[in-house]
């Protein structure tokens, strides 16, 4: 018979070698959303993250912004699911999906999720994008209307989404544009900068008429003496925001004004082995290209909702930051160019139906979630 003491005794070590297993198994952090993760092949080594969490009635594909994945949807798609069938894609060059060297122009994009819903037979879905995401609804809406119900825009529907024809740019746009076509003329006529040549210049000048210039100008210019052109940025986050993922949200929320879900913040980011926070994973070079592919679209067929947020809350860091004066300047130039650009979409696509919420920060569903909700069953209940 075996000395059972003998067995005891050589079992500890085992014990003690599974014991830390099993405590670091039960630590290893888990994304709570319902959802099922897949892969798509969108193109010959390009394989795209696609998150479905299930649900009965119209599919309903989200599409994220610059530097997200799907996961930034993680706590509004389960809200949606109740209703309607979502999914999420996670573009090329993010988080889980694959990170090739080229594709990033905004159709190729398009073609990534036409790509996705072919693969998963999504029939005639309702594609909602937030930010940078509106120039691949634009693309796909533009050149195929027939694969989708509606568009939707979650402060989103800009100039990389939808492109005034001339004449009807937005504010100091358009006035940069009438003096670019008056420029070129000028140039064309007066071939010499001899006094000849200045003389019918200056004629041309006075001939012209450019009602909005001169408003817009001195608009832009007392914008300039109150604050700088580009507005700066919140300080990054400290070695303490990036000792966890809890700690990185709670910078979030203190700084940008939203919060995160914490999945989204390990999809886009690296981990370390003690749970800190470490690099993005995502290259420069992809939001350089993605930015570098932008491309014109205008002719929107699709039924189209429009969420701006006028002007933009940009966070707690913003209301700290400067005078009382610059931050109003900032302000008043968002809110300027943005209505400008709503007022475009409205004027240009006629079944677009545009919502403007006050002081809205630019993640609008995530901090507006019940405005955005709202609107978004409305506009898909009218649907066809």
Sequence with gaps: MKNPTLLRTAALPILWAVIPLCAQESAVWRDPSPHRVEFVVAEENVRLEVLDWGGSGRPLVLLAGLGNTAHIFDDLAPKLAVDYHLYAITRRGYGASSVPDSGYGAD???????????????????????????????????????????????????????????????????????????????????????????KLVLQLLLEKNLPGAQRELETFQKFLNAAPLKLPSPSPPSPADLASFSALRSWFTRNQGYTPPEAELRATRESHP???????????????????????????????????????????????????????????????????????????????????????????????????????????????
């Design 108 to 198: 190729r994009l398009g073609d990534d999720v036409l790509a996705v819903l072919d693969a998963l037979a999504i029939n005639r879905p309702v594609l909602a994008g937030h930010s940078i995401a509106g120039e691949e609804l634009s693309s796909v809406g533009m050149r195929h209307p027939e694969r989708i119900a509606g568009l939707i825009y979650l402060d989103a529907a800009y100039g990389y989404a939808y492109d005034p024809p001339s004449g009807n740019k937005v504010g100091i746009w358009q006035t940069l544009e009438d003096l670019r076509k008056n420029t070129e003329e000028m140039q064309t006529r007066a071939a010499a900068l001899d006094d000849a040549g200045t």
């Design 274 to 384: 003690d749970g800190g926070v470490g690099a993005s994973r995502t290259p420069p070079r992809v939001p350089q290209a993605i930015i570098a592919g932008s491309q014109k679209y205008r002719d929107l067929r699709a039924p189209v909702l429009a969420i701006y947020a006028i002007p933009h809350d940009r966070g707690p860091w913003f209301r700290d930051f400067g005078s009382v004066e610059m931050r109003a300047a900032y302000d008043s130039s968002d809110a300027s160019v943005s209505e400008a650009q709503a007022k475009a979409l409205e004027a240009g696509v006629p079944n677009a139906r545009v919502v403007r919420l006050a002081r809205a920060n630019h993640y609008v569903f995530v901090t507006h979630e019940a405005d955005v909700l709202r609107e978004m069953r409305a506009f898909i209940a009218a649907l066809p």
